[in-house]
């Protein structure tokens, strides 16, 4: 996107003077990075914001500066503008569409850098080369000629810290870590972030992950692995406990795609999580199973069984594999 568009976002923005913020169902650390940079540049601007999530802040970003003020539910009143972070549309989010038609937004903004992301809104800002959402809101902070004030810094910090694989993925460049010096350098708690995402698993996480990775499959360059509800109750994990399992099974030499599957509480889905390196693009992948992402990380929700599940997911990325050869 040019300039003249995050000017022409400014300027939308400027006009307008009540903001509802969300982004999608089972929010991650750019989900509520973004969202909460946003609402402190939105109320830097002078605006009143109200930022809500179908689903509860994960414990790790519970601290982020501003999560207590998180709501679960959209506002009675009609917002000037609805923005939209990070979802190919309203459903993603996680509230029911009936909701968004009572609130009943003068405008929507959609604010995306996945592959998958759609023109669904009334103005649609989507880079799917953006390292995280979290850069985006930076650039729009940037062009507003706001001060980057410590709540909004370590914000944005969180967003592209975690997006990035701890900056590691292919969309970490040379500008990503300018940011992240200016965002240090403008007062993000950097070491308290890291300290949240990185060393406060819980017990039932790191049971989960031992239980995930002791039974893990490989085939040629793809590795796999589950976890059921069964399974999910005896290490006493959560939903949450199950997320990350994915990038252990990435991180073998010579495995370029991984899938981990995890039964959901009807008994009768998975949800995936995808990883891929050395080019092979999972997102397509996901797509094909009515889900989405990008060309490293994508997740999907399949119906089970799971042994039936694992053979059509596993030839799919086997398939990925042997296209970028
Ligand atoms: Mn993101």
């Not at 010579?254 to 009807?266: H, I, M, N, Q, S």
């Amino acid at each position: 996107m040019h300039t003249d568009s995050i000017e022409a976002l400014l300027s939308l923005i400027r006009e307008r003077q009540t903001f509802v913020v969300t982004s999608h169902a089972r929010p991650d650390g750019d989900a509520i990075g973004s969202a909460l940079g946003l609402s402190y540049l939105l109320e830097a601007m002078g605006k009143q914001v109200h930022v809500a999530f179908a689903d509860p802040v994960p414990s790790i970003h519970q601290l982020l500066p501003g999560a207590d003020r998180i709501s679960r539910a959209l506002p009675q009143s009609k917002p000037d503008a609805l923005i939209v972070l990070e979802c190919d549309s309203l459903e993603r989010t996680g509230f029911r569409i009936a909701d968004f038609e009572r609130m009943d937004a003068r405008l929507v903004i959609n604010i995306d850098h996945h592959r998958s992301g759609r023109d669904y809104a009334d103005f649609n800002w989507i880079d799917a080369e953006a390292s995280a959402v979290g850069a985006m809101v930076y650039e729009l902070v940037i062009a507003a000629g706001v001060t980057i004030s410590p709540p909004m810094a370590t914000c944005l910090y969180a967003a592209v810290l975690t997006d990035t694989g701890s900056f590691t993925y292919p969309s970490t460049v040379a500008a990503t870590f300018g940011l992240a010096e200016h965002l240090l350098q403008s007062g993000a708690a950097a070491n308290s972030v890291a300290q949240a995402v990185y060393f406060s698993h819980t017990p039932g996480k790191i049971r989960a992950l031992g239980a995930a990775l002791f039974k893990m499959e490989i085939e040629d360059c793809v590795a796999w692995s589950w976890i059921t509800l069964e399974e999910m109750q005896r290490a006493s994990a959560t939903i949450e406990d199950c997320e990350g399992v994915v990038n252990y099974l990435i991180s073998i030499a010579g495995v370029r795609a991984a899938v981990f599957f995890r039964e959901v509480p009807d008994r009768e889905h998975f949800r995936l999580s995808l990883r891929s390196k050395n080019g092979v693009d999972v997102a397509r992948v996901a797509e094909a199973f009515g889900g989405g992402g990008h060309q490293n990380a994508s997740g999907c929700t399949v119906e089970g069984p799971l042994e039936l599940a694992k053979r059509r997911v596993v030839t799919e990325l086997r398939q990925a594999c042997t296209a970028v050869i």
